[in-house]
């Protein structure tokens, strides 16, 4: 919980400062890892596979409506909000958000919409559930085949940014197969624990001293890759498998160190992370609100609104002013319609996996 709140903040912080530093990008990567690393968990302890028969049709039936519990009602209620803003672009492709596929609606418009761009990694997570027990059971739990899909969505970004869109190469990066090197690490770090669980003795600890050089490299990538020709295309391509190597050596040295983690295991951090989700659902619509509330309330007549409307949309007023509103918005959305529907969704229980099917 206290890790999600932590690459949520770093996420918000980056869409409401604007800073160079691609902070969203650390917080964003890790997020998708763990996502892979906690499905594939629950894919491969409960033998959720594609099938016609009648165990994998009542085990991909839990899964599927304990997902869609969790996460589309607030999904939508946030795209309630949005409309009555209203958001141009949600008025104009509303099945897009809907189905939802903001993530190629985003590739398709080549820029990010108002309110509304961080949809687009909502979707993909989306996408991915759908197919990620089709093909873990096809993989089974070898390596390998994860390895080899690292490779292919690594392939699948260099031909986005090269070719497929080389004035956006951002854009190549929305696409699912483009993101599924990210889940993929996710799922080698679930084996890899899992190996470990079922060793005489774990290890005691795993060394911090890969996650720091694999996050020192990918800072240093981003410094490195302004000051040369095709910079972009390069970080767009490079930045998040590189990012999700960091990551996975991150929460393997955290899973090993809960001294180390302690922090992560705050009160606030913990009551933050149990919130996280609609902390990102609502980060970017809360600016939007602010935004034209500051302007309605310093209309251009006014004697000196420019530098008014310049202060209090400066970073400064702006995170002083919308983390309590969005912690509000947040704690509104946990208690009134993600907790209850929590409570609904943990009626819906899986079956039992037999020895075999379970293997």
Known sequence: MGLRALAVGLVVVKHWTLLAFPLGEMGRIPLLVLSGYLISGIIWKNSIYWGISRPALYQLGVFYTRRFL????????SLALGALLPLTVLHQYPGWFLLPL??????????WPEGLGHYWTLAVEEQFYFIWPLLLGLFQRRAGWLWLLIVGSLAHRIYGAFYLVPNAPSQATVLLPSCLDLFAFGALLQLHKTAERQLPQSPATYPGWPALLTTTGWCLLWGLTRQFPYAEQLWEVISPGLGALASYFALR?????????????HPLALWLGKRSYGLYLYHLLLPVFYQRLVYHLLPSGQPQAASLRQFWLSPGPTMLLLCPALAGLSALSWHYLEAPLDRLRLRFTYARPTTESAR
């Open 70 to 77: 969790r996460i589309i009602p607030p999904y939508y209620a």
């Open 102 to 111: 903001a993530n190629v609606l985003c590739f398709r418009l080549g820029h």
């Open 253 to 265: 040295w955290l899973m090993h160190s809960p001294r180390q983690a302690r922090w992560l295991a």
